[in-house]
Protein backbone atom coordinates (compact mmCIF):
# COMPACT_ATOMS: atom_id res chain seq x y z
CA UNK A 1 0.00 0.00 0.00
CA UNK A 2 1.42 3.34 -0.70
CA UNK A 3 1.60 5.77 2.11
CA UNK A 4 1.92 9.43 2.57
CA UNK A 5 3.85 10.49 6.14
CA UNK A 6 1.97 13.05 7.53
CA UNK A 7 3.82 15.99 9.42
CA UNK A 8 3.36 16.77 12.98
CA UNK A 9 1.83 19.64 14.01
CA UNK A 10 0.12 21.42 17.30
CA UNK A 11 -3.63 21.02 17.34
CA UNK A 12 -5.73 23.42 19.11
CA UNK A 13 -7.37 21.76 22.40
CA UNK A 14 -11.08 22.29 21.91
CA UNK A 15 -12.00 21.34 25.54
CA UNK A 16 -11.49 19.08 28.22
CA UNK A 17 -14.40 16.91 29.96
CA UNK A 18 -15.36 14.69 32.93
CA UNK A 19 -16.80 12.26 29.97
CA UNK A 20 -16.73 12.36 26.70
CA UNK A 21 -19.10 10.35 24.39
CA UNK A 22 -18.53 9.29 20.92
CA UNK A 23 -21.53 9.08 18.97
CA UNK A 24 -24.78 10.59 19.95
CA UNK A 25 -26.69 7.83 18.52
CA UNK A 26 -29.83 5.58 19.65
CA UNK A 27 -27.17 4.81 22.77
CA UNK A 28 -25.10 7.89 23.55
CA UNK A 29 -27.83 10.45 22.91
CA UNK A 30 -28.60 8.86 26.26
CA UNK A 31 -25.28 8.28 27.63
CA UNK A 32 -24.72 12.13 27.62
CA UNK A 33 -27.58 12.72 29.60
CA UNK A 34 -26.61 10.15 32.34
CA UNK A 35 -23.17 11.00 32.84
CA UNK A 36 -24.25 14.55 33.16
CA UNK A 37 -26.89 14.15 35.23
CA UNK A 38 -24.81 11.79 37.48
CA UNK A 39 -21.93 15.17 38.09
CA UNK A 40 -19.49 15.05 35.10
CA UNK A 41 -19.38 17.91 32.65
CA UNK A 42 -20.13 15.82 29.24
CA UNK A 43 -19.58 16.18 25.66
CA UNK A 44 -21.23 13.75 23.02
CA UNK A 45 -19.62 14.28 19.21
CA UNK A 46 -22.10 12.96 17.17
CA UNK A 47 -20.84 12.66 12.74
CA UNK A 48 -24.43 13.41 11.56
CA UNK A 49 -25.99 16.48 11.94
CA UNK A 50 -28.46 15.67 14.95
CA UNK A 51 -29.15 13.43 17.40
CA UNK A 52 -30.24 10.07 17.79
CA UNK A 53 -29.11 7.66 15.52
CA UNK A 54 -31.72 5.10 13.73
CA UNK A 55 -34.28 5.56 16.83
CA UNK A 56 -34.19 9.29 15.63
CA UNK A 57 -33.78 8.70 11.77
CA UNK A 58 -36.26 6.74 10.27
CA UNK A 59 -36.76 3.71 12.68
CA UNK A 60 -39.84 5.44 13.96
CA UNK A 61 -40.67 1.60 15.82
CA UNK A 62 -39.10 0.12 18.60
CA UNK A 63 -39.51 -3.40 20.16
CA UNK A 64 -41.28 -2.32 23.76
CA UNK A 65 -40.17 -1.76 27.20
CA UNK A 66 -41.90 -4.75 28.53
CA UNK A 67 -41.35 -8.31 29.68
CA UNK A 68 -44.37 -9.10 28.38
CA UNK A 69 -45.79 -8.94 32.23
CA UNK A 70 -44.95 -5.72 33.35
CA UNK A 71 -42.26 -2.63 31.99
CA UNK A 72 -38.92 -3.62 32.26
CA UNK A 73 -37.49 -0.43 30.96
CA UNK A 74 -37.74 2.63 32.86
CA UNK A 75 -35.02 5.77 33.43
CA UNK A 76 -34.19 8.52 30.89
CA UNK A 77 -35.65 5.81 28.19
CA UNK A 78 -39.02 5.37 29.58
CA UNK A 79 -38.70 9.99 30.34
CA UNK A 80 -37.79 10.33 26.85
CA UNK A 81 -40.62 7.70 25.32
CA UNK A 82 -43.12 9.50 27.75
CA UNK A 83 -41.91 13.16 26.83
CA UNK A 84 -42.48 12.02 22.75
CA UNK A 85 -45.78 11.13 23.84
CA UNK A 86 -46.86 14.42 25.30
CA UNK A 87 -46.55 16.55 21.86
CA UNK A 88 -48.61 13.35 20.21
CA UNK A 89 -45.34 11.38 18.70
CA UNK A 90 -46.16 8.10 20.22
CA UNK A 91 -49.33 5.49 19.52
CA UNK A 92 -50.45 5.36 22.96
CA UNK A 93 -48.98 2.00 24.13
CA UNK A 94 -49.52 0.01 27.25
CA UNK A 95 -45.95 -0.29 27.97
CA UNK A 96 -46.58 -2.84 30.53
CA UNK A 97 -47.50 -5.42 27.58
CA UNK A 98 -47.56 -4.40 23.74
CA UNK A 99 -44.93 -5.96 21.77
CA UNK A 100 -44.35 -2.64 19.55
CA UNK A 101 -44.02 0.93 20.40
CA UNK A 102 -44.76 3.26 17.22
CA UNK A 103 -43.29 6.72 17.52
CA UNK A 104 -42.40 9.52 15.38
CA UNK A 105 -38.86 9.99 14.77
CA UNK A 106 -39.21 13.72 13.64
CA UNK A 107 -40.63 14.09 16.90
CA UNK A 108 -38.25 11.80 18.58
CA UNK A 109 -35.32 14.30 17.43
CA UNK A 110 -37.13 17.22 18.88
CA UNK A 111 -37.48 16.01 22.12
CA UNK A 112 -34.14 14.93 22.34
CA UNK A 113 -32.73 18.42 21.50
CA UNK A 114 -35.03 19.66 23.84
CA UNK A 115 -33.81 17.45 26.69
CA UNK A 116 -29.85 18.90 25.70
CA UNK A 117 -30.48 21.88 25.94
CA UNK A 118 -32.74 21.47 29.43
CA UNK A 119 -29.60 19.49 30.89
CA UNK A 120 -27.05 21.46 32.93
CA UNK A 121 -23.53 19.82 32.27
CA UNK A 122 -24.20 18.53 28.61
CA UNK A 123 -22.82 19.47 25.38
CA UNK A 124 -23.20 18.07 21.93
CA UNK A 125 -21.00 18.36 19.00
CA UNK A 126 -22.74 17.65 15.39
CA UNK A 127 -21.26 17.08 12.16
CA UNK A 128 -17.92 16.00 13.72
CA UNK A 129 -15.83 12.92 13.02
CA UNK A 130 -13.85 10.92 15.73
CA UNK A 131 -10.50 9.95 14.16
CA UNK A 132 -8.04 9.02 16.72
CA UNK A 133 -7.44 8.43 20.53
CA UNK A 134 -4.67 9.64 22.25
CA UNK A 135 -3.06 7.21 24.95
CA UNK A 136 -0.89 7.17 27.82
CA UNK A 137 0.12 3.57 28.27
CA UNK A 138 -2.92 1.35 28.15
CA UNK A 139 -5.57 4.36 29.02
CA UNK A 140 -6.79 6.80 26.14
CA UNK A 141 -6.60 10.15 27.76
CA UNK A 142 -8.18 12.01 24.75
CA UNK A 143 -9.27 12.04 20.72
CA UNK A 144 -9.10 13.81 17.92
CA UNK A 145 -11.88 15.50 15.82
CA UNK A 146 -12.23 16.81 12.87
CA UNK A 147 -14.80 18.72 11.51
CA UNK A 148 -15.69 22.32 9.28
CA UNK A 149 -13.39 23.86 11.85
CA UNK A 150 -10.59 21.42 10.92
CA UNK A 151 -8.61 18.68 13.83
CA UNK A 152 -8.95 19.39 17.22
CA UNK A 153 -8.22 18.07 20.62
CA UNK A 154 -10.74 16.76 23.54
CA UNK A 155 -9.47 15.21 26.64
CA UNK A 156 -11.68 14.06 28.97
CA UNK A 157 -11.37 11.73 32.54
CA UNK A 158 -13.79 9.05 30.82
CA UNK A 159 -14.80 7.87 27.54
CA UNK A 160 -17.64 5.74 26.11
CA UNK A 161 -18.25 4.43 22.57
CA UNK A 162 -21.32 4.59 21.34
CA UNK A 163 -20.12 4.71 17.73
CA UNK A 164 -21.93 1.25 16.90
CA UNK A 165 -18.99 -0.42 15.54
CA UNK A 166 -16.43 0.33 18.17
CA UNK A 167 -14.53 2.74 16.59
CA UNK A 168 -13.07 4.67 19.28
CA UNK A 169 -12.25 1.56 20.65
CA UNK A 170 -10.55 0.18 17.72
CA UNK A 171 -8.76 3.60 17.90
CA UNK A 172 -7.10 3.06 21.23
CA UNK A 173 -5.26 0.06 19.43
CA UNK A 174 -7.58 -2.72 21.84
CA UNK A 175 -8.45 -6.18 20.45
CA UNK A 176 -12.04 -6.35 19.09
CA UNK A 177 -14.12 -9.13 18.24
CA UNK A 178 -15.02 -9.36 14.56
CA UNK A 179 -17.13 -12.12 12.93
CA UNK A 180 -16.30 -13.00 9.16
CA UNK A 181 -18.90 -10.42 6.99
CA UNK A 182 -20.32 -13.50 5.27
CA UNK A 183 -21.85 -14.46 8.99
CA UNK A 184 -23.12 -11.35 10.32
CA UNK A 185 -26.82 -10.02 9.91
CA UNK A 186 -27.67 -8.14 7.19
CA UNK A 187 -28.00 -4.28 6.52
CA UNK A 188 -30.82 -2.13 6.05
CA UNK A 189 -31.29 1.55 4.62
CA UNK A 190 -34.84 2.70 5.82
CA UNK A 191 -37.27 4.22 3.57
CA UNK A 192 -40.39 6.13 4.02
CA UNK A 193 -43.39 5.70 1.82
CA UNK A 194 -46.09 8.02 2.12
CA UNK A 195 -49.71 8.60 0.63
CA UNK A 196 -50.17 4.06 1.51
CA UNK A 197 -54.06 3.81 1.99
CA UNK A 198 -53.25 2.01 5.69
CA UNK A 199 -57.14 1.06 5.87
CA UNK A 200 -57.48 -0.65 2.82
CA UNK A 201 -54.04 -2.42 3.28
CA UNK A 202 -55.22 -3.75 6.94
CA UNK A 203 -58.36 -4.50 5.41
CA UNK A 204 -57.02 -6.80 2.14
CA UNK A 205 -54.41 -9.01 4.57
CA UNK A 206 -58.08 -9.51 6.88
CA UNK A 207 -59.16 -10.47 4.02
CA UNK A 208 -56.85 -12.70 3.46
CA UNK A 209 -55.94 -14.91 6.42
CA UNK A 210 -53.55 -17.20 4.15
CA UNK A 211 -51.03 -14.49 3.99
CA UNK A 212 -51.14 -14.24 7.73
CA UNK A 213 -48.95 -16.95 8.72
CA UNK A 214 -46.84 -17.18 11.54
CA UNK A 215 -45.13 -13.61 11.95
CA UNK A 216 -45.87 -12.66 8.43
CA UNK A 217 -48.36 -10.34 9.08
CA UNK A 218 -49.29 -8.58 12.52
CA UNK A 219 -52.29 -6.37 11.94
CA UNK A 220 -54.56 -5.67 14.58
CA UNK A 221 -52.37 -6.36 18.18
CA UNK A 222 -53.17 -2.97 20.18
CA UNK A 223 -51.12 0.17 19.54
CA UNK A 224 -49.03 -2.55 17.09
CA UNK A 225 -50.15 -0.98 13.68
CA UNK A 226 -49.70 -2.88 11.06
CA UNK A 227 -46.40 -4.93 10.69
CA UNK A 228 -45.54 -7.53 7.27
CA UNK A 229 -43.38 -9.61 6.29
CA UNK A 230 -42.31 -10.77 2.69
CA UNK A 231 -43.71 -10.68 -0.21
CA UNK A 232 -43.29 -14.14 -1.88
CA UNK A 233 -47.30 -15.15 -1.70
CA UNK A 234 -48.32 -11.62 -2.78
CA UNK A 235 -46.05 -12.14 -5.68
CA UNK A 236 -46.97 -15.67 -6.57
CA UNK A 237 -47.98 -16.56 -9.94
CA UNK A 238 -46.67 -12.85 -10.86
CA UNK A 239 -44.12 -12.32 -14.20
CA UNK A 240 -41.15 -10.00 -12.55
CA UNK A 241 -37.99 -8.76 -14.64
CA UNK A 242 -34.74 -10.92 -14.36
CA UNK A 243 -33.51 -8.75 -12.15
CA UNK A 244 -36.29 -8.45 -9.40
CA UNK A 245 -36.80 -12.11 -9.11
CA UNK A 246 -34.58 -12.15 -5.79
CA UNK A 247 -37.47 -10.08 -3.77
CA UNK A 248 -39.73 -13.16 -4.19
CA UNK A 249 -38.09 -14.18 -1.36
CA UNK A 250 -36.14 -11.59 0.25
CA UNK A 251 -36.46 -10.01 3.74
CA UNK A 252 -39.01 -6.99 3.22
CA UNK A 253 -40.64 -5.54 6.45
CA UNK A 254 -43.13 -2.90 6.28
CA UNK A 255 -45.06 -1.48 9.46
CA UNK A 256 -47.42 1.83 9.88
CA UNK A 257 -46.44 5.08 11.82
CA UNK A 258 -48.66 6.95 13.83
CA UNK A 259 -48.64 9.48 10.89
CA UNK A 260 -51.57 8.93 8.13
CA UNK A 261 -50.62 7.41 5.42
CA UNK A 262 -47.09 7.06 5.92
CA UNK A 263 -44.93 3.43 5.58
CA UNK A 264 -41.63 2.37 6.56
CA UNK A 265 -39.75 -0.54 5.04
CA UNK A 266 -37.07 -1.55 6.36
CA UNK A 267 -36.21 -4.38 4.08
CA UNK A 268 -32.78 -6.29 3.72
CA UNK A 269 -30.65 -3.91 1.66
CA UNK A 270 -26.93 -5.82 1.47
CA UNK A 271 -25.48 -8.89 2.73
CA UNK A 272 -22.33 -9.60 3.81
CA UNK A 273 -21.06 -6.02 4.25
CA UNK A 274 -18.26 -4.86 6.62
CA UNK A 275 -19.44 -1.72 8.04
CA UNK A 276 -16.10 -0.83 9.05
CA UNK A 277 -14.98 -0.49 5.37
CA UNK A 278 -15.44 3.33 4.04
CA UNK A 279 -15.99 1.68 0.80
CA UNK A 280 -17.90 -1.13 1.06
CA UNK A 281 -20.20 0.96 2.73
CA UNK A 282 -20.35 3.36 0.10
CA UNK A 283 -21.38 0.39 -2.01
CA UNK A 284 -23.78 -1.09 0.27
CA UNK A 285 -25.72 2.43 0.42
CA UNK A 286 -26.03 2.27 -3.69
CA UNK A 287 -27.06 -1.45 -3.40
CA UNK A 288 -29.63 -0.34 -0.90
CA UNK A 289 -31.26 1.96 -2.20
CA UNK A 290 -31.54 0.57 -5.77
CA UNK A 291 -33.10 -2.20 -4.08
CA UNK A 292 -35.93 0.04 -2.55
CA UNK A 293 -36.25 1.16 -5.93
CA UNK A 294 -37.01 -2.72 -7.19
CA UNK A 295 -39.22 -3.15 -4.83
CA UNK A 296 -41.71 -0.12 -5.02
CA UNK A 297 -43.76 -0.78 -8.15
CA UNK A 298 -44.27 -4.21 -6.87
CA UNK A 299 -45.93 -2.59 -4.28
CA UNK A 300 -47.90 -0.42 -6.30
CA UNK A 301 -49.23 -3.14 -8.25
CA UNK A 302 -49.56 -5.89 -6.09
CA UNK A 303 -50.06 -5.03 -2.62
CA UNK A 304 -53.65 -2.80 -2.34
CA UNK A 305 -53.01 0.44 -0.72
CA UNK A 306 -49.72 1.36 -2.54
CA UNK A 307 -51.52 2.36 -5.60
CA UNK A 308 -50.68 5.80 -5.46
CA UNK A 309 -47.51 5.85 -2.84
CA UNK A 310 -44.63 7.36 -3.48
CA UNK A 311 -40.95 7.32 -2.32
CA UNK A 312 -40.78 10.48 0.25
CA UNK A 313 -37.43 9.72 1.57
CA UNK A 314 -34.39 7.48 2.63
CA UNK A 315 -32.67 7.42 5.64
CA UNK A 316 -28.89 9.73 6.29
CA UNK A 317 -27.53 6.58 6.64
CA UNK A 318 -27.21 2.54 6.11
CA UNK A 319 -28.37 0.98 9.16
CA UNK A 320 -25.61 -1.85 10.31
CA UNK A 321 -26.84 -4.27 12.66
CA UNK A 322 -23.33 -5.90 13.29
CA UNK A 323 -20.16 -5.17 13.18
CA UNK A 324 -17.04 -4.66 15.32
CA UNK A 325 -17.25 -5.57 19.15
CA UNK A 326 -15.66 -5.10 22.50
CA UNK A 327 -14.18 -8.03 23.95
CA UNK A 328 -15.07 -8.13 27.60
CA UNK A 329 -14.60 -10.58 30.42
CA UNK A 330 -17.81 -12.08 29.31
CA UNK A 331 -19.48 -12.41 25.96
CA UNK A 332 -23.23 -12.87 26.17
CA UNK A 333 -24.68 -15.72 23.97
CA UNK A 334 -28.39 -16.68 23.11
CA UNK A 335 -28.15 -19.05 25.90
CA UNK A 336 -27.46 -16.91 28.22
CA UNK A 337 -30.25 -14.53 27.39
CA UNK A 338 -32.88 -17.75 27.23
CA UNK A 339 -32.29 -18.93 29.94
CA UNK A 340 -32.61 -15.87 32.14
CA UNK A 341 -29.15 -15.55 33.77
CA UNK A 342 -27.90 -13.31 36.29
CA UNK A 343 -24.82 -11.42 37.07
CA UNK A 344 -23.22 -9.68 40.38
CA UNK A 345 -22.43 -7.41 38.32
CA UNK A 346 -25.32 -6.28 36.49
CA UNK A 347 -26.19 -2.52 35.03
CA UNK A 348 -29.53 -3.46 33.63
CA UNK A 349 -32.32 -6.52 33.15
CA UNK A 350 -34.10 -6.58 30.15
CA UNK A 351 -36.08 -8.63 27.83
CA UNK A 352 -36.84 -8.77 24.33
CA UNK A 353 -37.06 -11.43 20.98
CA UNK A 354 -33.51 -12.58 20.04
CA UNK A 355 -34.15 -11.81 16.31
CA UNK A 356 -31.63 -13.11 14.02
CA UNK A 357 -31.55 -11.86 10.54
CA UNK A 358 -30.06 -14.90 8.55
CA UNK A 359 -27.13 -13.78 6.21
CA UNK A 360 -28.60 -14.05 3.32
CA UNK A 361 -31.18 -11.44 3.28
CA UNK A 362 -33.99 -13.27 3.32
CA UNK A 363 -35.56 -14.10 6.59
CA UNK A 364 -35.67 -13.18 10.12
CA UNK A 365 -35.97 -15.77 12.75
CA UNK A 366 -37.81 -15.00 16.52
CA UNK A 367 -36.89 -17.23 20.09
CA UNK A 368 -39.00 -15.83 22.63
CA UNK A 369 -38.46 -15.05 26.34
CA UNK A 370 -41.07 -16.49 28.89
CA UNK A 371 -43.51 -14.04 29.70
CA UNK A 372 -42.25 -12.18 32.73
CA UNK A 373 -38.44 -13.31 32.42
CA UNK A 374 -35.77 -10.86 31.70
CA UNK A 375 -31.81 -11.06 31.46
CA UNK A 376 -28.73 -9.33 33.31
CA UNK A 377 -26.34 -7.20 31.22
CA UNK A 378 -23.25 -7.48 33.34
CA UNK A 379 -20.72 -4.53 33.38
CA UNK A 380 -18.02 -7.04 32.41
CA UNK A 381 -19.25 -7.06 28.70
CA UNK A 382 -19.00 -3.85 28.30
CA UNK A 383 -15.60 -2.79 29.70
CA UNK A 384 -12.22 -3.75 27.54
CA UNK A 385 -9.71 -5.88 28.92
CA UNK A 386 -6.76 -4.44 27.22
CA UNK A 387 -7.75 -1.00 27.73
CA UNK A 388 -8.63 1.52 30.48
CA UNK A 389 -10.61 4.98 30.25
CA UNK A 390 -13.33 3.83 28.39
CA UNK A 391 -16.39 1.69 28.29
CA UNK A 392 -18.87 0.65 25.21
CA UNK A 393 -22.60 1.03 25.03
CA UNK A 394 -25.21 -0.29 22.24
CA UNK A 395 -25.07 -3.03 19.37
CA UNK A 396 -20.86 -2.71 20.11
CA UNK A 397 -20.82 -5.23 23.63
CA UNK A 398 -19.42 -8.38 24.15
CA UNK A 399 -22.34 -10.72 22.60
CA UNK A 400 -22.59 -13.42 19.87
CA UNK A 401 -24.48 -13.15 16.87
CA UNK A 402 -27.22 -14.85 18.13
CA UNK A 403 -28.01 -13.21 21.36
CA UNK A 404 -27.32 -9.51 19.55
CA UNK A 405 -31.04 -9.37 18.26
CA UNK A 406 -31.68 -8.67 21.50
CA UNK A 407 -29.46 -6.81 23.06
CA UNK A 408 -29.26 -4.57 19.90
CA UNK A 409 -32.72 -3.50 20.40
CA UNK A 410 -32.84 0.23 20.78
CA UNK A 411 -35.00 0.36 23.83
CA UNK A 412 -31.66 -1.84 25.47
CA UNK A 413 -29.02 0.23 23.97
CA UNK A 414 -30.75 3.55 25.24
CA UNK A 415 -30.71 1.75 28.71
CA UNK A 416 -27.12 0.69 28.37
CA UNK A 417 -26.68 4.28 27.35
CA UNK A 418 -27.65 5.15 30.81
CA UNK A 419 -25.60 2.72 32.20
CA UNK A 420 -22.68 3.73 30.74
CA UNK A 421 -22.90 6.91 31.41
CA UNK A 422 -23.51 6.61 35.43
CA UNK A 423 -20.66 4.04 35.56
CA UNK A 424 -18.55 6.62 33.56
CA UNK A 425 -19.14 9.51 35.29
CA UNK A 426 -19.33 7.69 38.88
CA UNK A 427 -15.47 6.74 37.77
CA UNK A 428 -14.20 10.04 36.39
CA UNK A 429 -15.16 11.75 39.93
CA UNK A 430 -13.37 9.20 41.78
CA UNK A 431 -10.21 9.14 39.81
CA UNK A 432 -10.83 5.28 39.33
CA UNK A 433 -11.23 2.42 36.56
CA UNK A 434 -14.86 1.83 35.81
CA UNK A 435 -14.13 -1.88 36.42
CA UNK A 436 -13.21 -0.95 39.81
CA UNK A 437 -16.62 0.71 41.04
CA UNK A 438 -18.13 -1.79 43.54
CA UNK A 439 -21.23 -3.03 41.68
CA UNK A 440 -23.12 -2.60 44.75
CA UNK A 441 -21.98 1.38 44.85
CA UNK A 442 -23.22 1.18 40.99
CA UNK A 443 -26.72 -0.71 41.34
CA UNK A 444 -27.47 2.07 43.81
CA UNK A 445 -27.14 4.68 41.84
CA UNK A 446 -28.49 2.79 39.03
CA UNK A 447 -31.57 1.86 40.33
CA UNK A 448 -32.10 5.73 42.18
CA UNK A 449 -32.26 6.87 38.15
CA UNK A 450 -34.96 4.36 37.42
CA UNK A 451 -32.66 1.95 35.71
CA UNK A 452 -35.29 -1.81 35.82
CA UNK A 453 -33.38 -4.54 37.84
CA UNK A 454 -34.93 -8.37 37.77
CA UNK A 455 -34.51 -8.21 41.65
Known amino acids: MKTYLEAAQELPVFGEYDVV ?3 GGTAGMIAGIGAARTGARTLVVERLGSLGGQFAGFMNTSWTCSNQVKRCVGGIPYEYFKMIEEIGGVETPNYDKDAYILYDSER ?19 LTMVTKAIMEGNKIKGIIIENKSGRQAVYAKQFIDCTGDADLLYYTGSHCDVMAKEAQHPASLLAKLANVDTEKLIQYYNQHPELQKGERYLGGL ?43 LNMTGVTALDGTDASAL ?20 YVPGFE ?29 LMNAMRFPDAVCSYQSP ?23 IPLRCMVPLDVDGIIVAGRNISVD ?45 MKEQGIYFSD
Open 401 to 445: SDACGSTRSMTNCMTLGQCAGIAASYAASHDMEIRAIPNKVLRTI
Open 108 to 126: AKYIITKMYEDEKNLDALY
Open 21 to 23: VAG
Open 308 to 336: HAYLAATAPALGVRESRKVIGEIKLTADM
Open 222 to 264: PHAGFYGFRLHEELAGTELEPEQEYLRDWFILFYTTPNPGEII
Open 354 to 376: LGYHTPDGKNIEFRRMSPGTSYD
Open 282 to 301: TKGEDISRRRIFDVLPLFQK
